[in-house]
Nanobody, 122 residues
Framework: QLQPVESGGGLVQPGGSLRLSCSAA??????VAWFRQASGKEREGVSC??????MTNYADSVRGRFTIARDKDTVYLQMNSLEPEDTAVYYC???????????????????WGQGAQVTVSS
């Protein structure tokens, strides 16, 4: 049973940076995505990365500011130029297949982490 664990969340000022990590034994074999859910809002897909070919996708709201990368059994989300609107609980999720157009559908992912709070505030 894959058990992803997120780390790296916290409080940062607008314009600042944070790096989230998602780790699990065996994660290197899976497609991994980051989702976020702000208070009172629906969950949204942020970014995803494929297992081998390093294909990536980004939500329009974060493209150019966030970068997803992976190294063995850890996936990272580097978040730069953070805005108050980025405040949310961030979750990593893993799936066995690559979904080029449906990557932001949460129901396609089988394994989820517990979430990490990211707060952007002055």
């Amino acid at each position: 049973q894959l058990q992803p664990v997120e780390s790296g969340g916290g409080l940062v000022q607008p314009g600042g940076s944070l790096r989230l990590s998602c780790s699990a034994a065996g994660l290197g074999s899976y497609v991994v995505a980051w989702f976020r859910q702000a208070s009172g809002k629906e969950r949204e897909g942020v970014s995803c990365i494929s297992g081998r070919s390093r294909m990536t996708n980004y939500a329009d709201s974060v493209r150019g500011r966030f970068t997803i990368a992976r190294d063995k059994d850890t996936v990272y989300l580097q978040m730069n130029s953070l805005e108050p609107e980025d405040t949310a609980v961030y979750y990593c999720a893993a799936a066995g297949g690559w979904y080029a157009t449906d990557w932001a559908r949460g129901d396609l992912y089988d394994y989820w982490g517990q979430g990490a709070q990211v707060t952007v505030s002055s």
